[in-house]
Structures are given as C-alpha cells and as structure tokens.
C-alpha cells in the first residue's frame, strides 16, 4: 500500500561563483593565462597593477561574492581511450611494432597543416570530376587521426545525402576510397581496420617470398597471427620456426596506425609547462607556483569613480535616468573584483594542496627514489587540508610539478596501500616497478604468467594476488603472457 511522508534532506548546492572557481583550479598555467586574457578583453573594470588595493572601495560595492571553496559532485572526466585498438593483440602489435618502424621512411613533415589538409592536398592532384571530387573530400573527413575510417558506408552514404544532397551508391564510395583515397600518403590511411591496414602496406612492397607469404599471413590467417598461434602458423604455410620468425619481423615493421605518422609529429611541437616547481636546498623542500605571464590585476579605478558620481547624486530623476548604468557599472566591478579574489583563492588553494603532497612525500622529493613514494589516495590530502576530494583530484588530474628528478604529472603519486609480509605499508607503485622489471627480464620465449608474477614478488616479500598483478599489468598497459611471446 501506498503511503506519503515528509522528509527533510541537507543538501550542499554550488553557487556559479564556486563552481566558476572549480574551473578555474583546474586550468593548467597555459589556460589559466589566456583565461586572464580573456577576462582583461571582455571585462573593462578589470585592470592590470603591480599591486591593488579593494579595501578602499569595498564601501562603494553593495554586493559581495563569497567564495569557498566546497566539495563538487563532479570528479574530473576519465580519458577515452579508442575501443578498437583496445584489445590485447592489436595492442600488443603496436607495442612491438612502434619500435620498428622509421617515420622518415614514409613521411615529410609539413608544418602549417593539418592531417586533413595533407591529404585533401595529394587528393586534388587525381583527375576527378567535380561531383567525385567533392564526395571524395566528404569521405577524408570520416579519417580519424589513427588514419582509419571507422564508419560503415551505409553510412557515408546517407550522409553524402542528407549533407551534399547527392544520392551516391555505396559502391561508387567503395571506388573511391579504394582507388584513389588508399592510394594517398601515408600509405595504409583510409583502411576500415587494421587488417586492411597491413594488406595495403604489404601491396606497396617489393614482391619476393617473404612478402606474399606475410600476405597470406594478413589476408587468410590473420587471428591466429594477432594472438600469436605460432606453432599452427607453421603447420598451416609448412615452413620452418627460422622463416617464420623473418615473416613475422617483417610484418611487425609496418604501422598500425598509419595517420600517427603525421600527428605525433605536430602534436611533439607542444612542451609541457608545470605548474609547480620544487626544488632541493639545504635538505629543504622548496614550492613555488609558477606565474609565468599571468599578471596581478585591480579594479580600474575609473569604473569606480564613475560609480561613486552617479551613487552621489540621489535626485529621483538622476537615479531614474542612470538606473541602466548603475547597474551595468556594479555588474562589471562586482564581476572584476570577483575574479581577483578568484585568482587569490586558485593560488591559495593550489599551494595548500600541493604542499600537503610535497609534505606527505617528503622523503621522495628529497631523495628521488620511486621506492620512498608513500602510499596516498585524495582522501589523505583532502582531511589534511580539509578541502573536498573533488578539489584534491582537480588539482592531481590536470597539474604537472617539476621536480630535480624529472617533471611529472601529480596525479602519479598517488597510489593505493600494500602490506608486505613484515606489515610494512608500501605504495602499489613500488609493486608495479617490480613487477615491470621482473617482465623486463622474462624469457620472451616462454613469458611469465599472472601466477608464477605472483609467485616471484611473494618471494622478494610482497603479497599480492595473482588478480592484483592482473589488475597492474592493465593499468600499465602490459599485454598477457601469451601476447607477450615471441618466436
């Protein structure tokens, strides 16, 4: 049976200002400064000064924003990470493979342009027609950055029609993109999958024994190649474990993702510019914030003049007249002078924040050894400052810190606790650079399991499970045993 009832419930709700603030935390130096930027160009009550005095005025502004800083329901986004190279074999190709292949062997770099323009560039230098042309410039921009089409062409085609309003049918995009689109540079760009991919590039060789065997390798055997079904390889092409090993290095020098070639090369134009900057002297720990470009701001002092003139003449007919000004005049000083406590409250609450890590990994910061990382979640930081998680994680997830021994992304030194067999509380980041140099030294011929992993770090003292070391290894994008093999 039905029943109503009154409930009361405490709820916590963001103001715009506070959730305004969050964003702002969490802006990298980079950001931040062209946030300033913007702020100087879209706000003319806002000033740069060496120095600025809001005490003066706080009698002229009727309105104050109070900013505290209060746990968000929002913890920072996961990255996405591309379904289709995410499984085991593929991955474990790439892996293998970036190793092998040379980017001066298949592109020149040109600065300026993007991926896109690069290849509408070669794909104007075909003799098409206008309406091939343009359904051929409508199929590069389905080219994703990998170089791959991802999309069916059922569904190319429908929207050739609902966007160029040209009926087109899927065999003419499959002429298309076969002869003309696969045929650009990078070679292997506009392939539907990873096996297209490898075919295309194998095509462009020269042809000897070792080529069309790795062909029929790709094209008829291709699962039992991507999950390392060696000894059935042999079997099923009847040649030795010394040819096949030659076949398979072979293959493993052509590139998984063809389109990389290009972005990663523009995209290593960018630096990294830390946000904090720690530095050993005299075994002490110093923190500073770095600055860079962004400059310290006031309130003009003119918008508060004109403010205070139009406040001082109370006749009816003044105020009634100036009512729009007036409140224009608040809104942009009231607006101003949030945002200079705003930027006071960013760097306060980055300096508490990090501070409270710098202390927590006092010993790692002054010695540089990963093993005297601590273990620390948000939570130990967040009671320790008594901010809210959410703020912790802001912090963590988008800030890097340059340090003596190299600049990392805060977010690495946190780590879940581990208990050794003498009780002794260790990071899982030391349990991970362990388990990584035991794969390292592993017998590529017959790779460790998940299980004899387990084995060896309970040896050195460290009791984990053998799905810990599962867990682990995916974190560090390790491959399983199987994929891991080698001939």
Same mark, same amino acid.
């Given at each position: 049976?039905?029943?109503?009832? /009154? ?8 103001? #715009? ?24 160009? !879209?706000?003319?009550?806002?000033? &740069? ?39 085991? *074999?593929?991955?474990? %190709?790439? @892996? ?20 896109? &323009? ?14 091939? +042309? =343009? @359904? ?26 609902? @966007?160029?309003?040209?009926? $087109?049918?899927?065999?003419? $995009? ?9 045929? +650009? ?13 490898? =075919?295309?590039? /194998? ?6 024994? *070792? ?11 291709? !699962? ?29 020098? =052509?590139?998984?993702? #063809? ?68 409140? %224009? ?40 050894? #990963? ?6 979640? =948000? ?7 008594? $901010? ?12 890097? $810190? ?19 067999? *003498? ?27 998940? !299980? ?25 994008? +390790? ?9």
């Amino acid at each position: 049976m039905l029943k109503q009832q /009154l409930l009361q419930k405490g709820l916590h709700k963001l103001s #715009p200002q506070q959730i305004k603030l969050m964003k702002l935390v969490q802006l990298s130096t980079l950001d931040f400064e062209q946030k300033v930027q913007q702020e100087l160009e !879209e706000n003319p009550a806002l000033e &740069e000064e060496n120095c600025s005095d809001l005490e003066e005025y706080s009698d002229i502004l009727e309105e104050e924003n109070k900013i505290d800083i209060t746990e968000d329901q929002n913890p920072s986004l996961d990255n996405i990470i591309d379904e289709y190279f995410s499984d085991d *074999e593929i991955e474990d %190709f790439q @892996i293998n493979n970036q190793k092998n292949y040379s980017v001066k062997k298949h592109i020149s770099i040109i600065s300026g342009i993007s991926f896109q &323009e690069y290849l509408k560039n070669q794909l104007h230098t075909f003799r098409l027609n206008e309406k091939d +042309l =343009l @359904i051929a410039d409508f199929i590069l921009g389905n080219i994703d950055d990998d170089g791959y089409i991802r999309r069916k062409i059922t569904s190319i085609t429908d929207d050739i029609f609902l @966007i160029l309003g040209k009926s $087109v049918s899927t065999e003419k $995009v499959e002429k298309l993109l076969v002869n003309y689109i696969q045929k +650009l540079d990078p070679t292997g760009v506009g392939s539907r999958n990873l096996q297209e991919c490898l =075919l295309i590039q /194998l095509e462009k060789k020269k042809i000897n024994q *070792e080529v069309l065997l790795s062909k029929k390798i790709i094209r008829d055997h291709f !699962e039992s190649f991507i999950k390392k079904h060696y000894q059935k390889l042999q079997k099923k092409l009847g040649i030795t474990k010394k040819s096949l090993r030659k076949i398979i290095d072979k293959i493993r020098k =052509l590139n998984p993702k #063809p389109g990389k070639i290009y972005s990663d090369n523009t995209k290593n134009l960018n630096h990294i510019i830390p946000d904090f900057n720690i530095s050993v002297s005299d075994e002490k720990l110093e923190l500073t914030l770095n600055q860079r470009n962004i400059p310290e701001l006031k309130i003009s002092s003119l918008y508060l003049d004109m403010l205070k003139s139009y406040q001082s003449d109370q006749s009816e007919k003044n105020i009634k007249d100036n009512e729009g000004t007036i409140v %224009f005049l608040k809104k942009k000083i009231n607006s101003a002078k949030w945002f200079v406590d705003a930027i006071k409250q960013r760097q306060n609450t980055l300096m508490l924040t990090m501070n409270a890590i710098m202390d927590y990994q006092k010993e790692y910061f002054l010695t540089g050894d #990963p093993v005297k990382i601590k273990p620390m979640i =948000l939570k130990n930081i967040s009671k320790k400052i008594g $901010v809210g998680i959410s703020t912790v994680s802001r912090v963590a997830n988008s800030k890097y $810190v340059n340090t003596p021994y190299g600049t990392f992304l805060i977010k690495s030194f946190f780590s879940e606790k581990m208990m050794n067999q *003498e009780g002794k509380e260790i990071s899982s980041i030391e349990i991970k650079k362990l388990l990584k140099e035991s794969i390292d030294k592993e017998n590529k011929i017959k790779p460790l399991t998940d !299980e004899k992993l387990s084995k060896i770090l309970r040896k050195k003292g460290y009791l984990v499970a053998r799905r810990t070391i599962a867990k682990y290894r995916d974190q560090m994008h +390790l491959p399983v045993a199987r994929m891991r093999k080698n001939l």
